[in-house]
């Protein structure tokens, strides 16, 4: 770990930057932690080989505790702020916009709970089973990390969605060993022809089940549309299809030169993937100022502030979806004289024009042109 690691580190950061501090990204700090890991297991080898190794499993987890301790220690007088949260000095207003994220949201319901995490339903009972089987045997410690690590991630992901992908890597070797002795188990119990569908549902159960209940309790407790979605545009079926709105954008005039954009900070990130424009916010913490500057812009009712700002980021145009969530973060101030409902009421200013969109985008987005300064 620790060598891969430090190569990682050269790759990503360079010479130059390979001693920055940093705590939300791969850093000296990352590197650190995987040195005092490494520095602990090459002690445990080395009185290992002089046979002085502690006895006993009292023991052994006493050392293990104090060499934790002790990295923890030496971790944070290298780095004071290691256990700090990284999101503790972004402005508020982003962390609010983060809370309709639905990776940052807690797991609603049981249904959402199968949906992510349903493969726990028969992991968890497994695991102790298997553990209680092997507690005395070389088979202990593994199936140990595997039930701790997936309860810790478990609980985790409880309150924080995002961490499920976690808990199913500790969840998945699991559900495949239960898989295993079931299809063991039907071996010896069932002869041919009858073993094969056995078997087949057998291990579509426990590959899907608890997932396909999850899905049907989430479709099934969803409120009826008022009116059926719009058709999905080039595929997508999302109701800004910013696919689609991309290839317009890499086509004549606008692939001519790169625009600077101002959308959703939903959108961002596709935007700079799908086209050669560049964007000014896209869902991350490090881009606080440009979410805020469209914040401001968009949701600001002081024209001459809104002009300047545009300015100041050297927007070119101003992207806005007729439908879908991803702009409510701007009306969080409720006046009709913000921005973005003048846009939306065709209320431009004189330095503004709208794009007329072909006939398939005009029903889902908006798009307007920033004039230059005459």
Known sequence: MFGGLALALLVERGPAAYFAVEYDRISVVHLTQAALVAAFWAVAASLRRRGREPQGMISRLLAAVGGAALALALLRLFFPRVLVNPLKDVDPLVLTIYDAISEYAPIADVAHFLLYLGMAVLALPWGITRLRRCWSGKGRWAWLLLMVSAAVYLALALS??????????????????????????????????????IKLAAMVLLAVGPLAVGAAGVIASKPAEAAPPPP????????????????????????EQTHTILASANFGAEILYRTRHRVTAII????????????RILGGSDAITVRELIGKRRIDLILLCRGGADDAYFQMNKGDAVFYRRLKRGDLPQWLREVTLPADLKGRFQLFEVLPRS
């Open 232 to 255: 999905p545009l080039a595929g997508d079926p999302r109701p800004c299809p910013v696919q689609a709105m991309a290839r317009f954008l890499e086509a004549p005039p606008w692939s």
């Open 160 to 197: 924080w969605i995002r961490w499920s992908l976690y808990a199913v890597l500790f969840l998945i070797p699991i559900v495949a060993d239960l898989m295993i002795s079931a299809d063991a188990a039907i071996d010896r119990r069932f002869a041919p022809p009858k073993r094969l569908p």
């Open 284 to 295: 991350h913490h490090r881009n606080a100022a440009g979410i805020l500057d469209g914040v």
